[in-house]
């Protein structure tokens, strides 16, 4: 996963660098005062839901400009959420399990589900101002992010080994000092690694969500996804490529410039005893450290911290050991949990009530429609799943067997699986129409396009974990072709091809909700499927169908995962671990 | 000093305790009536001016008892005073050295040993100085910039023991602490100790010390107490007259070493009645249940161990064999537990006598050696039984693993539960008495047409 940048390395030695870099940072925050005094006026201004969109390139920028803000601010929430609900959920064994269990549910709702609700009460909440359309969107973006995070941020926290936590405690740390000397460290490499997943996840939603119909109202934002929703609309081809290569163009930029240098930075929090000799690492981040500026924001932080130190220090709850066992202990707390109990009970009633309500307006005829389609859109994420396995597989192992090639194709295909699929959806779309596909066929192909690149990525993360003595041997047996595979390559590759997998699929039934129905130039195109369903009722505003097709589609991932991906990810820890 | 928790170091007058516990207890409720017992109700001292030794095989609740002692555990029944206050109440300063040294990977060394004095609001100079003054102590002068996966084992607990001692603690606790090092660094590392000790480097009153080695207890403690197990108790407490610094050739010391063994491996004394609850309801005690403990070895080093003893003429100190083996007590007394168990030993006033069944055993190959490890297995150990008949009893032969860890529940807590079946399937699978899928979590019997499937298997 290594990248060679000799050139950029050899600049790095030159001593006269970081006074350039200091003039960077200083004229990039200058950049960014303004950027916000822009997007400020912007947000502050009456709403316009239907902004014209212009195709000509030198809009591109702007609109760059303002799709980066939503995705930025959208994941900074979706972190701060992610923090605040891995947090609750490990320290309150009370709720610890419905808190997860919610968890897997919301996960398991295609983003789209989410539209018409949210945007509706944001609006609602914030009327007068452009903020309020905008926010929907951002919650939108969201929502498609901040699951994984979440779930990342809660198992760092659970596995937290015990000497540490118990060391923090002895040592009678704070809470504050605990979450910065203690729990975010140990969650950083996850976080990380989970922030990648879930910004191409918010770039998947936001090529959906800046322009969308529902009922008889049109929204459309100024933006890099209504742009190029708006090119494939009128068939302006130039103006279609221009926008999809922007969009590629800032996920590597962001690649390179943020995750890489954070990947080479959070090697620090590597939990181990020992260096490993494989480590990550980043020219920029080289050259930031390099930079004069950068011991500035330490030296801040150190200034802020001092105060609060001494504060706690003061307190009550510093001065004696907190037992352990009473982490576990249901009784604390017990009042305001049932207050909570209770209080969610009356939510859930009233949601239920409503509900019914909703769906009493579904006839039988709708209900064996959405039923016809679930069973149809099952058979296409599965197919899209099993034609992405069966072609990434031997092309994964072979790359994965060769390190010079795995060195150069792995960083490719991680980059690749964070360009989101849907900006590619019009071309492919402009594609089938030319050759005549329906989207029966067409919305598979649709689906491979965004899943196939995780099962890549880790089929040859797992080839390469093969240890070469294991190798060797099935060459001095001389097992034959088939043995080599089955005895071998399939079980090596086996957690990895599983985690990929499940990714996959997560993905799969995401697209599936765009996929399946498309606004073509001539009007729109759609075929048999629940996301088929879920779209056309967002464009037609009606709730009930939105909701039954939610559910089916939230009940069959969730039963997929516990009968199918849970059992081969525990066979994958146990039975097909390589170990030593 | 600013320091808050030294506001009011309370001056006790010689003799009286620091930390006094009083009947503390350990059990985890069931949901059954059964409660498991991890320690039984104890009374313990620490007093100033001494290193006192916690010795005890695995299982006797060594560490559950240092983490009552510091309040890091809530003990289920009894209390703990610090200098005559309830623990959770007092302002206590302790420090505990653990065995895994929970270094913090992230913080440089000198960040490592500031972090304490940062949670007791010490301003930044006065941590800094405090550290680095600390890490002088230690050997560490030079290192305070450095990561700790950078430094070898040693050097760790060497920061372990800067962190701990950075805070001025009343009193030094230490898990294990040389547990995890090379024989050479543990031993460097233990003398140094003690030379910080005796000159009063250090101002911490008293060190306890949580280990599993004999000669480390002896070499360093003023008082030891040694622990049995199911459920842990005291089973001696005395004090170590021998001066400092002690010979491990002198008699004196071999003796001493010598009479823990025995006190260790004498089979215990049966409780003198089954306490009860307060309603009056029988708390079932582990001595009183019919599954014993199967201790965690493998047949192999049972028959390792016999060979041994063979060579030796059938019959020796267990304190010269650990030392032959270079083993631990930890390592060697499950061996030698699980060779008395199946009947192939006897343990006579820590001497370990081989018996017929037992030479027998050792002296025939290996096919002829798995016969009898069934045979002897099939008599004395009732969980190996049970799981036979019940895989007999049933159509198809197989039974989950869940069957037997509900039976086992009902004794032992889930965490033993589950290393009992699995030193079940160890020893069952040696003894070919059945086999057990990992994957399906199954017990099954292996069945002829299985075996020569599993030797298809290899060249299909």
Redesign the interface.
């Known amino acids: 996963m290594k990248l060679q940048h000799p050139f950029a390395r050899s600049l790095v030695t030159v001593r006269s660098w970081p006074f350039v870099i200091d003039l960077g940072v200083a004229f990039f925050s200058l950049a960014l005062f303004f950027g916000v005094l822009h997007i400020a006026r912007y947000w502050l201004g009456t709403p316009s839901p239907v902004v014209p969109i212009s195709h000509s390139p030198s809009a591109l920028p702007l609109y760059a400009f303002y799709s980066v803000v939503r995705i930025g601010i959208a994941y900074l929430l979706s972190l701060a959420f992610a923090i605040a609900y891995g947090y609750t959920a490990a320290y309150n064994p009370r709720i610890e399990a419905w808190m997860v269990a919610v968890l897997d549910i919301l996960q398991s709702i295609p983003v789209l589900s989410f539209l018409p609700p949210v945007v509706l009460a944001m609006v609602a909440l914030i009327p007068g101002h452009q903020l309020g359309i905008e926010l929907g969107v951002i919650m939108l973006i969201f929502t498609g992010q901040v699951w994984n995070l979440a779930f990342s941020f809660y198992s760092s926290l659970k596995s937290i080994?015990r000497?540490?936590s118990?060391?923090s405690?002895?040592?009678?740390?704070?809470a504050w000092?605990r979450f910065w000397?203690?729990e975010m460290?140990y969650a950083a490499i996850g976080l990380v690694w989970n922030s990648i997943v879930s910004v191409a996840g918010g770039w998947f939603a936001l090529m959906l969500c800046e322009m969308f119909t529902m009922g008889d109202r049109n929204f459309q934002l100024p933006g890099l996804g209504s742009y190029i929703q708006s090119a494939a609309d009128s068939g302006d081809v130039t103006a279609l490529l221009s926008g999809i290569g922007v969009v590629i163009l800032i996920v590597v930029a962001t690649d390179q410039l943020l995750w890489r240098p954070l990947i080479a930075w959070s090697d620090?929090?590597?939990?181990?005893?020992?260096?490993s000799a494989d480590r990550a690492d980043s020219p920029i981040l080289e050259l930031l450290r390099r930079s004069r500026l950068s011991s500035l924001p330490g030296r801040i932080w150190?200034s802020l911290e001092?105060p609060i130190?001494?504060?706690?220090?003061?307190s009550r709850a510093?001065?004696?050991?907190r037992?352990?066992?009473?982490d576990a202990d249901k009784s604390k707390g017990a009042l305001f949990f049932w207050a909570l109990a209770v209080a969610v009970l009356i939510a859930a009633a009233w949601a239920l009530v409503q509900a019914i309500t909703l769906l009493r307006a579904i006839s039988f005829a709708d209900m064996r429609h959405l039923l016809a389609g679930a069973f149809a859109t099952f058979l296409r994420v599965n197919a899209a799943l099993l034609i992405s396995a069966l072609w990434t597989i031997p092309a994964g192992v072979a790359i994965g067997f060769n390190p010079k090639l795995a060195r150069i194709v792995q960083p490719v295909a991680q980059v690749m699986a964070s360009v989101p699929a849907s900006a590619f959806y019009p071309v492919l779309l402009m594609g089938l129409l030319q050759i005549g596909g329906g989207l029966g066929i067409g919305s598979i192909l649709l689906m491979l396009l965004g899943t196939q690149w995780y099962i890549l990525f880790n089929v040859i993360a797992g080839a390469m974990s093969i240890p070469s003595d294991l190798r060797e041997v099935t060459r001095l047996f001389r097992f034959t072709r088939w043995q080599r595979w089955t005895k071998l390559i399939l079980p090596g590759i086996f957690p990895y091809l599983i985690t990929g997998m499940v990714t996959a699929s997560g993905g799969a039934w995401n697209a599936s909700v765009m996929a399946e129905y498309a606004h073509v130039k001539t009007g729109i195109i759609q075929t048999v499927g629940l996301g088929a369903e879920i779209s056309s009722a967002t464009d037609a505003g009606s709730f009930p169908i939105i909701l039954l097709a939610t559910i089916l589609i939230s009940l069959m991932v969730v039963t997929m995962n516990r009968l199918v991906w849970r059992r081969l990810y525990r066979?994958a820890e146990?039975?097909f671990r390589l170990e030593g | 000093m600013t320091e808050a928790a030294t506001l009011t170091p309370i001056q006790a007058p010689a003799g009286e305790a620091i930390i006094r516990a009083e009947k503390i207890e350990k059990y985890y409720a069931q949901p059954s009536e059964n409660r498991i017992q991890v320690i039984s109700a104890t009374d313990l001292e620490i007093i100033p001016g001494e290193i006192l030794a916690l010795l005890g095989p695995s299982g006797s609740g060594k560490s559950t008892m240092l983490r009552m002692l510091t309040g890091l555990s809530r003990p289920s029944a009894g209390q703990v005073y610090w200098h005559g206050k309830p623990i959770a109440e007092a302002q206590i300063n302790v420090s505990i050295v653990f065995q895994s040294f929970a270094l913090f990977p992230w913080l440089t060394v000198l960040e490592n040993v500031e972090a304490p004095l940062q949670a007791r609001g010490v301003p930044p100079e006065e941590r800094r100085e405090r550290s680095l003054r600390m890490l002088d102590t230690v050997g560490l002068d030079g290192f305070q910039a450095a990561y700790p996966k950078e430094l070898s084992g040693g050097m760790r607990q060497r920061v372990g023991f800067a962190r701990a001692l950075v805070v001025e603690p009343e009193v030094l606790f230490m898990d294990e602490p040389f547990s995890a090092l090379d024989v050479l660094t543990a031993e460097n590392l233990r003398s140094e100790l003690l030379e910080l000790w005796s000159n009063k480097t250090m101002p911490t009153r008293a060190v306890f010390i949580v280990t599993h080695n004999i000669e480390e207890a002896v070499l360093l403690a003023d008082r030891i107490i040694v622990l049995g197990r199911n459920p842990g108790h005291i089973r001696t407490d005395f004090r170590v007259q021998l001066p400092q610094p002690r010979d491990r050739k002198s008699d004196a010391f071999t003796q001493l070493v010598d009479y823990i063994y025995k006190v260790l491996t004498r089979p215990d004394v049966a409780p003198a009645e089954a306490p009860t609850q307060q309603d009056g309801r029988r708390i079932r005690d582990q001595r009183q249940m019919h599954y014993q403990m199967l201790p965690h070895a493998r047949p192999g080093g049972v028959a390792g161990l016999l060979e041994l003893l063979l060579d030796k003429a059938g019959r020796d100190d267990i304190y010269r064999l650990a030392d032959d083996l270079a083993f631990e007590i930890d390592d060697l007394l499950p061996i030698v537990d699980a060779a008395q168990l199946l009947g192939f030993l006897k343990v006579e006033e820590g001497d370990a006598a081989i018996t017929e069944s037992g030479a027998e055993f050792a002296n025939s190959e290996i096919l002829r050696q798995k016969e009898l490890f069934r045979e002897a297995a099939t008599t004395n150990v009732l969980l190996l039984r049970q799981i036979v008949r019940a895989l007999e009893s049933k159509s198809d032969h197989t039974v989950p693993e869940e069957f037997f860890l509900d039976m086992l529940d009902e004794q032992f807590s889930d965490e033993e539960s589950l290393r009992q079946l699995e030193t079940a399937v160890t020893w069952g699978r040696y003894a070919e008495l059945f086999d057990f899928d990992a994957s399906r979590r199954r017990f099954f019997l292996p069945t002829d047409e299985e075996e020569e499937a599993t030797a298809d298997g290899g060249d299909e």
């Open positions: 080994p000497e540490m118990e060391a405690r002895i040592y009678r740390y704070s000092q000397q203690l460290p620090k929090f590597k939990f181990e005893q020992v260096e150190t001092e130190y001494r504060h706690l220090a003061r510093a001065q004696v050991i037992p352990i066992d009473d066979l146990t039975r």
